[in-house]
């Protein structure tokens, strides 16, 4: 059994996660930035991270998807400004569950990620992006112990499907 873990990260919220990820994994396993990977082949899983941005998949994610094998079970993480389980960043796994149509997502995890400072003062001045803003100051800090510990717990989770 054979584990990939990938991920885009621009500030290194989603990488805190996919080490925790791969701590957690007890199997052949590699870890590596989306674009270092050439080829998805002979994996049983890939835990696949981003952040959210604009409410979606960033564009440096998206060479990925293209690689992925039909079948190819993936399992999906991403850290957020926004509340966890809150409708946006769902939002951003519907997008990502739809570009990865042909392939079999057994789940995905999410938590909060501190946002860059700049992008937060830019936000609350945009009347139409300040509640955003506000609820994206209260990532500070993330993600955190408990989001790792949680990440772990999810891996476990997915694995555990791949003997189902
Ligand atoms: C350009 C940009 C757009 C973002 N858009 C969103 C968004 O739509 N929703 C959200 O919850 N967080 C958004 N964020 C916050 C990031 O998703 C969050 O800070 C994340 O943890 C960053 O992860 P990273 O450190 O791995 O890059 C955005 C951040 C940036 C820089």
Sequence with gaps: MK???????????TEKVAHAIYEAIHMEKELKPIKDVENIKG?????CGFPVH???????????????????????????????????????FEHAIGLASKAKVLGHFGCQGKVDNKLIDTLMKQLEHKAWAEEALS??????????????????????????
């Excluded at 584990?3 to 919220?13: D, E, I, K, M, W």
């Excluded at 994996?43 to 835990?47: A, L, P």
């Excluded at 079948?71 to 939002?91: E, V």
């Design 54 to 92: 604009a409410h979606s998949v960033p564009g440096k994610a998206l060479s990925l998807f293209k690689l992925l094998p039909v079948s190819q079970k993936i399992a999906f993480f991403s850290t957020h400004g926004s509340l966890r389980g809150g409708q946006l960043p769902k939002q951003a």
């Design 139 to 164: 990532a500070e800090g993330h993600p955190d112990q408990h989001d790792l510990a949680d990440a772990k717990k999810f891996a476990e989770e997915m694995l555990a499907k791949l003997s189902k």
């Design 43 to 47: 994996y049983d899983i890939v835990f």
């Design 3 to 13: 584990a990939l873990v990938t991920y885009y990260s621009q500030t290194g919220n």
